[in-house]
């Protein structure tokens, strides 16, 4: 059904347990595991914030993923996120425009778009407040199955956005930045 829909792994595997097909209460369960695991917090200061990354980035601990979570802690001691997404929708010249489109029609700023090999990921230039996330978050489903409905979910369980900056074992393909709305 994957194959023939191009509907991410869960949405088709859920299907087929409304079909009857398989044991539903195993795909349930399966579907809403959350995986909550240790973090490790890096506080990024502004200045030489590039010079610091560059630095994660180049350390051999990285074995797992390297994250950037939404949060930021304002001067003022105020906290706004950065609005990310995850797309389910493989890169090229036909599906770029359309993640253009649902960015430019979501209205929260300008993103930078990054090629991860198999999906788009965005990361806005502008700061929302946790009801502004949420609002964002929960507009961008209804794009679905343009977006990542799972990214989003998870996001929405914790209350920030926390997307892959950097290539890991398992996902071995570098990002490639694309261009901004």
Known sequence: MRQKTLLPFWDS???QALQGSMDAHQIIDA??????QP??????EAVNAEKYLDNLLSNEWIKST???????????GSRRHIPMLDFHIPPNDVTYATVV???NSL????FAIVDFGKSFHAYGMSLLDAGGLKDF????????????????AHQLRDN??????????????????????
């Open 39 to 44: 973090e490790v917090w890096h506080k990024i």
């Open 66 to 76: 390297l994250a950037l979570s939404s949060g930021v802690t304002l001067s003022d």
């Open 107 to 110: 209205a929260v700023g300008k």
């Open 160 to 181: 920030q956005c926390k997307l892959r900056v950097a290539a890991t074992p398992r996902k071995p393909t570098e990002p490639r930045f694309l261009g901004t709305t």
């Open 101 to 103: 489109k649902c960015l």
């Open 13 to 15: 595997a859920l299907a």
């Open 137 to 152: 978050l929960s507009r961008a489903l209804l794009l679905s199955p343009i977006v990542d409905t799972r990214y989003i």
């Open 31 to 36: 579907a809403l595991f959350h995986n909550t």
